[in-house]
C-alpha cells in the first residue's frame, strides 16, 4: 500500500486484525520500485499489547527484527517514538553505539558524529537548527532578515535582548508608564520553555525583576488576542524539514490549539495572572478549571482543541481561515529563510549526506483581534507527550508520517558491519563492555563522503570522493577519543593522525562548491537526485502539505533569499520541478507580500488583488485541507491511549539496558536530593513564586521528569 498523501487519516477503525494481514500481502512496507523503505503506520500499535493474538504479534515487528534495525534516543524519552519502533521491531541501542538506522536526540550532535553519518542513517535535526529555535538567536536572525527585506519579515513583536539592551529595556518601560495606551512587555528566559520564568510587566521599577544573569528576550506583549468565548488561544503548528538547501518543508494538516483557562483581561492589576495570559498546556493544566477531553471522537472539548477544530469554528463566524492559514505558511517559510544562512554552511562543513537530517518543528502562533498571526516560538522538539485521546490519535499519525517522509531504508549494512575488524577506538577503549561497539566500521564511512546517494547507490559525486577515502580510517569520531588509561602510544596516535589527513583532505575535495566548480557535469546529477527524493517524499507524506517548493515560491521568495553558494539549488530544483518561473513584476510581488502581511486592511480573500490571488491560488486551494476533522477513532485499547508494549517486544540491547539503569539511578538521586534540599529550606519554596508567571517549584518538577522513570 502507497502512503499518498489522498488517505492520510485512515480511518483505523475500519481496519481490523484480519485487514493487517490482507496488507501485509500487498507488501505494505515496501515502496514499489525503489530501494525498500520501512512505511509506518498506527495500525502497528494495536499488535503490540499483550492482548494481541499470537497470529498478529509479528506482523509488523518483524519488519524491522528481519533487518536488524537499530535505534537510539539521546538525552529524551520519548515514549510514543519508542512505543511506534518497538512496534516495527526495532532494537534500542545504547546512545554510544554509532550503527543504528535512526537517531532520535533533543540536543545537537557533534559535527564528527554529523559528518560520519552514513546514508541508510537518519537523525531528526539539522546541525545548528538551535538558531530557530533558541528564542534570542529567532528573533536576532529574523529582526536581520527585516533589516535587509523589511515589510514581508513583519511578524514578530518589536523586542529587546537582555542584559545587553537593559537600558532600552527600562526606557520603553518608562514610555509604558507614562502612556498606559502602550502594550506592557513579556519577558522570557531564552532558553527555557514551557511558560517558565515568564513575567509580563508594565512598570519601570519592574525592570529589577529582570535577571540580567540570563539571557532574556523582552518583546512587546500582543495585547488584542483573537479570543474564542473569551479565552486567549495560540496554535502550535507542526513543521517538518528534509532539507535546507534547496528548502523543503511541509506542514501537517492537524496541529493543536492551547487555550487559557481564564477569561482574558488585560488591566494592570491581572497582568501576573498566569492562566489568563499564558496558553501553554504544561501551565493551564494544573489550573482548577482546565477541562480535560477524554472523549477521542470531540475535537473542540475542553482547554484543548485540534487546529481543525478551531479553523471551523472560525469560519462560522465568517473568518477567513483559508487565508489565515497561508499568512501562517508564510510565516514560517520565511523564518526557516532567515535560518538558511546559518544552518547551510554547518551542513556544508559536515559534509552531511543529503538524505540523513530531517527536523521536525512546533511553531507557536498567537493571532491578534484583526486576524494577523504572529510568530511567538519554534519549538525544537516538540511535545510528543499524550496525556488525551486527542493527542495519541493526533501525535502518532503525526510521528509515523514523519518517519514516513524521513525515507528510512530497510537495509542490513549495520549488519554487514558488525562483523569489521574491530576499529583503533575499540582496541584503545572498551566501550559498552565490548558488546555493541563490535559492529563499528574499520574505515571511515566512505558513504559519508558522497553528497549524492540515490536508490541505494552512492553516484558520481561519491566515486570522486572514494579516490581519498578509500584507504581507510578511522572514524573521525576516534580521532578525538582515547585510551581508557586517557593516553594512547605514539605508534597509534601516528597512525590515527595519517587516517585524520585522509578525512580532511576528503573533506576539502567533497565539498560541493568543489564539485560545481570542478565538476559540473555531476551538478545535473545532484539535482535529480533531489527531485527524486522529492518524488519519494511525496509519495510518503501522508497528511503533510509540501509549502515549498510550490509553483510559485520561486518568484515570491527568491528576493528574500541570502546568496548561500554558487549552486543556486533552490532555483535549479524549482526548474526541474515547475519548468519555467512564471512571470511576475516585482510591483507584483511587492503587493502579495505587502497584502499577506497586513491582515488588518486585507482580512479575507475578496479584499486581495486579482494578481495577488493568483499568486496564492495553489495555497490557497490546499489550505482546504486544514479544516479537514480526522476520521474518528473507536477501536479501543488504541489509540485512545498509548498501548503498553508488551516486554519480549520491547527489544534493548544489555549496554542500553545498563545505561538505562545507571540513568534511572541518576534521576531518583537528583529527586532525593531536590526533596531534601526542600525540606532543609522551606524558604526556597516561597522564593518560587516571585520568579514570574510560573515559578521555580514547577520548574524543579518538570525538569526531574519524573516520566522518566514511570516510563521505563
Ligand atoms: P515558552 O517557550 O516558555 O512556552 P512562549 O514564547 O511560547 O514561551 O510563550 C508562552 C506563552 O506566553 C505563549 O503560549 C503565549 O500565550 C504567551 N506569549 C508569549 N509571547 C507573547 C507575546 N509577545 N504576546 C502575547 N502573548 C505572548
Known amino acids: 500500500m502507497k502512503n499518498t498523501g489522498e488517505n492520510c487519516f485512515e480511518a483505523l477503525d475500519e481496519i481490523d486484525e484480519a485487514n493487517i494481514l490482507q496488507k501485509e500481502e500487498m507488501d ?52 510514543l517514538v519508542r512505543t511506534v519502533l518497538f512496534s516495527y521491531g526495532f532494537l534500542q541501542c545504547s546512545n554510544r553505539n554509532p550503527n543504528v538506522n535512526l537517531i532520535w536526540t533533543n540536543t545537537h550532535l557533534q559535527q564528527h558524529v554529523m559528518r560520519a553519518l552514513k546514508p541508510w542513517q537518519r537523525i531528526n535535526h539539522f546541525p545548528r537548527s538551535h538558531c530557530i529555535t533558541k528564542k534570542d538567536s529567532l528573533y536576532i536572525n529574523i529582526a536581520r532578515a527585516k533589516a535587509m527585506f523589511n515589510l514581508p ?40 520553555s514551557s511558560g517558565r520564568g ?39 503548528i507542526y513543521v517538518c524539514v528534509t532539507s535546507f538547501y534547496p528548502l523543503i518543508v511541509y506542514i501537517y494538516r492537524e496541529g493543536l490549539t492551547r487555550f487559557a483557562t481564564q477569561k482574558y483581561d488585560i488591566s494592570a492589576e491581572n497582568l501576573d495572572e498566569a492562566h489568563k495570559h499564558l496558553t501553554n498546556y504544561s501551565l493551564n493544566k494544573i489550573s482548577e478549571k482546565f477541562v480535560k477531553n477524554m472523549d477521542p471522537t470531540e475535537e473542540n472539548v475542553g482547554h484543548k482543541w485540534s487546529l481543525s477544530a478551531l479553523l471551523r469554528e472560525l469560519e462560522q ?20 529563510l532567515s535560518a538558511q544562512h546559518k544552518i547551510v554552511p554547518v551542513c556544508r562543513s559536515a559534509m552531511l549526506n543529503p538524505r540523513c537530517c530531517f527536523e521536525l518543528f512546533g511553531f ?18 516538540p511535545s510528543l507527550g499524550c496525556d488525551a485521546p486527542l493527542d495519541s490519535i493526533l501525535k502518532t499519525r503525526l510521528l509515523c508520517d514523519v518517519l514516513n517522509i524521513a525515507s528510512i531504508p530497510l537495509v542490513r549494512e549495520n549488519n554487514i558491519l558488525n562483523t569489521c575488524a574491530p576499529t583503533i577506538e575499540q582496541e584503545s577503549q572498551p566501550t559498552d563492555n565490548g558488546k555493541e561497539n563490535a559492529d563499528i566500521p574499520s574505515s571511515f564511512p566512505i558513504e559519508a563522503l558522497s553528497t549524492t546517494y540515490v536508490n541505494g547507490n552512492s553516484d558520481a559525486l561519491s566515486s570522486t570522493s572514494s579516490g581519498y577515502a578509500s584507504g581507510g580510517g578511522a572514524s573521525s569520531s576516534s580521532s578525538d577519543r582515547f585510551t581508557s588509561s586517557g593516553r594512547i602510544n605514539s605508534a597509534r596516535k601516528n597512525r590515527l593522525n595519517s587516517r585524520v589527513t585522509k ?70 530544483i524549482y526548474e526541474e520541478l515547475y519548468g519555467s518561473t512564471p512571470y511576475y513584476s516585482a510591483r507584483d510581488i511587492e503587493n502579495a507580500h505587502e497584502q499577506l502581511i497586513n491582515a488588518s486592511q486585507y482580512p479575507s480573500q475578496e479584499n486581495l488583488s486579482n494578481i495577488v490571488r493568483e499568486i496564492f491560488s495553489e495555497a490557497l486551494s490546499e489550505a482546504d485541507k486544514y479544516r479537514e476533522k480526522m476520521p474518528p477513532i473507536t477501536v479501543k485499547p488504541f489509540p485512545v491511549a498509548l498501548p503498553r508494549v508488551r516486554s519480549p517486544a520491547r527489544r534493548r540491547t544489555q549496554s542500553c539496558m545498563e545505561s538505562d539503569e545507571l540513568r534511572r539511578i541518576r534521576i531518583e538521586e537528583e529527586r532525593k536530593a531536590q526533596e531534601i534540599h526542600t525540606v532543609i529550606n522551606p524558604s526556597a519554596d516561597q522564593n518560587y513564586s516571585n520568579c514570574g508567571l510560573l515559578g521555580k517549584k514547577e520548574d524543579i518538577l518538570s525538569q526531574t521528569n519524573l516520566n522518566e522513570i514511570v516510563n521505563f
Request: aromatic share 10%.
Open 28 to 79: 505494505y512496507f515496501v515502496a514499489p520500485n525503489k530501494e525498500k523503505l520501512i512505511t509506518f503506520s498506527p495500525i502497528a500499535l494495536k499488535c503490540i499489547t499483550r492482548k494481541t493474538s499470537a497470529q498478529n504479534r509479528e506482523k509488523f515487528s518483524k519488519i524491522g527484527s528481519e533487518y536488524n534495525m537499530c535505534f537510539k534516543l539521546i538525552k529524551c524519552d520519548r515514549k
Open 153 to 192: 519579515f513583519n511578524f514578530i513583536p518589536d523586542f529587546f535582548i537582555t542584559p545587553e539592551d537593559i537600558e532600552r529595556v527600562r526606557e520603553a518601560l518608562k514610555r509604558i508608564e507614562s502612556n498606559p495606551q502602550h502594550s506592557p512587555l513579556i519577558v522570557k528566559p531564552a532558553g527555557s
Open 198 to 236: 515568564i513575567i509580563i510587566m508594565n512598570m519601570a521599577e519592574k525592570a529589577k525583576d529582570i535577571d540580567l544573569n540570563t539571557k532574556m528576550l523582552v518583546s512587546s506583549y500582543i495585547a488584542n488576542p483573537l479570543l474564542l468565548n473569551g479565552l486567549k488561544f495560540d496554535l502550535r
Open 317 to 336: 463566524r465568517n473568518i477567513d481561515t483559508k487565508l489565515l492559514m497561508v499568512r501562517i505558511e508564510d510565516i514560517v517559510i520565511k523564518t526557516l
Open 364 to 381: 507557536d502562533i498567537l493571532i491578534d483581534d484583526q486576524l494577523k498571526p504572529w510568530l511567538l516560538e519554534v519549538n525544537l522538539s
Open 503 to 572: 578525512v580532511k583532505k576528503a573533506t576539502i575535495f567533497a565539498r560541493p562548491s568543489f564539485f560545481y566548480e570542478r565538476q559540473n557535469s555531476q551538478y545535473k546529477s545532484r539535482i535529480k537526485f533531489y527531485a527524486n527524493k522529492m518524488n519519494t517524499e511525496i509519495e510518503r507524506k501522508g497528511a503533510f502539505i509540501r509549502i515549498f517548493p510550490r509553483t510559485t515560491t520561486w518568484s515570491l521568495y527568491s528576493g528574500l533569499m541570502e546568496d548561500i553558494g554558487p549552486e543556486e539549488w533552490d532555483k535549479a
